[in-house]
Nanobody, 118 residues
């Protein structure tokens, strides 16, 4: 059974940093495209960052709003996806969820709340 479990969210002041983790079980994260999404209540879910599989060179893409501040990566030994978030802003406040895309199926974690506030 495939399972994705996020952690690392919390309350941080503007300008601060957090690192989110998404621990996967049931399949190898390196083989599939993965991404971090976020959703604020009342807003649409937004793709924040994505990373391709090893087969396509792990190409990364970022939303314009986070370019230069966020970095997506994965550790194949730990089977975990990460999102390093620096210089956080109040508008980054949201529930962050990781996604793994497999042909014909998308897997989601339950999400972790990030609150950026002074």
């Amino acid at each position: 059974q495939v399972q994705l479990v996020e952690s690392g969210g919390g309350l941080v002041q503007p300008g601060g940093s957090l690192r989110l983790s998404c621990a996967a079980s049931g399949l190898a994260v390196s083989l599939y495209p993965m991404g971090w999404y976020r959703q604020d209540p009342g807003k649409q879910r937004e793709l924040v960052a994505s990373i391709g599989s090893i087969a396509v060179g792990e190409v990364t893409n970022y939303a314009e709003s986070v370019k230069g501040r966020f970095a997506i990566s994965r550790d194949t030994a730990k089977n975990t996806l990460y999102l390093q978030m620096n210089n956080l802003k109040p508008e980054d406040t949201a529930v962050y969820s990781c996604n793994l895309h497999r042909i014909g199926m998308d897997y989601w974690g339950k999400g972790t709340l990030v609150t950026v506030s002074s």
